[in-house]
């Protein structure tokens, strides 16, 4: 695994977290929280939400295709569709779970799952062999995973009756461990050599061309609605620009930090989700927000801190 992190120029955890780095995980986190945001507006407002999914990833995936293509062309790409078809599978599998749930849980309690994928993209590096033994981070992963099942059991005691509330905040509370997945699929596999605006731009559209058959299949004449309605077609564009500017910065960070560090993206995400779902989109905080989310702070810290005792 280090050989194929490395051959992709990473460097993961051989130096502590430089400002740079350090930016890719803010601008990461908060571009993650904005297209959560602009999804809860399209669900409110009818959009078929595969169709939607679509439509704003094949639009990211032709963004990032235009310098692609004027920089290298198209040849050796067809070597690249098998990591392709892999990395785009497990980023637009969580973005669908996250797209179908959003309006009954909350922009907000999607954004807050962010919060866990370092957990678990930790705990499956770990059962690669990929991560070494550091206590420390066990200490952290434990605090914080107890924090999610505390914040996970207040929203599902509010969304109770049989609206199917528990299925929904159980589908959103499966999206780390699909961004786990991916974390790891992306630098196990990462082809030596290979910018991270080409595995972006052909990973955002092979996923889109992955959902397209879905929302065509049970969404069919609905779908019609994302460039007929005004406001569908301006959310559509603009969740395109900023998922188009996701991938492109999350791949970079991917390629400099590595799948753990890279991971911390969603604690960024969680906060920044939290305040937008708030602010507005006049949310409230699930129940035992402040508690859970002291938790998944301190659960953070140690996990840093146990990183950087292991750094020095």
Known sequence: MADAVHGAGAMPGAEGPGVAVLALLVAVGSLIA???????????????MLGYLAAVWLGAGLILAVPVTLRRGVSGLGRLVPYGLGAGGLMALPS??????????????????????????????????MQAVRPGQGVGVLAGLAGGMLLASGKLAGSGGPDGGAVWVALASAIPVALALGNIFRSRYWPAGEAPLTLAALSVLLGAALVVPAAALS????????????????LTLAGALTV???????????????PVYMSQIGTVAAVAGALIAVLALAESLPAFFWPAATMIAAGTVVFHRAAGRSRA
């Open 96 to 129: 669908a779970m996250g797209y179908l749930s959003v309006v009954h849980v909350g922009a907000g309690y999607i954004s807050l799952t962010f919060a866990f994928p370092a957990l678990f993209t930790w705990l499956i590096a770990r059962g690669l062999r």
């Open 34 to 48: 904005t297209a959560v945001a602009l999804s809860k507006l399209a669900a409110a407002a009818g959009a078929p």
């Open 244 to 258: 188009a500017a996701q991938y492109l910065l999350q791949f970079r960070l991917q390629q400099t930090a590595g």
């Open 219 to 234: 969404e069919g004449n609905a779908l019609a609605r994302l460039w007929q309605e005004p406001f569908l077609l301006l």
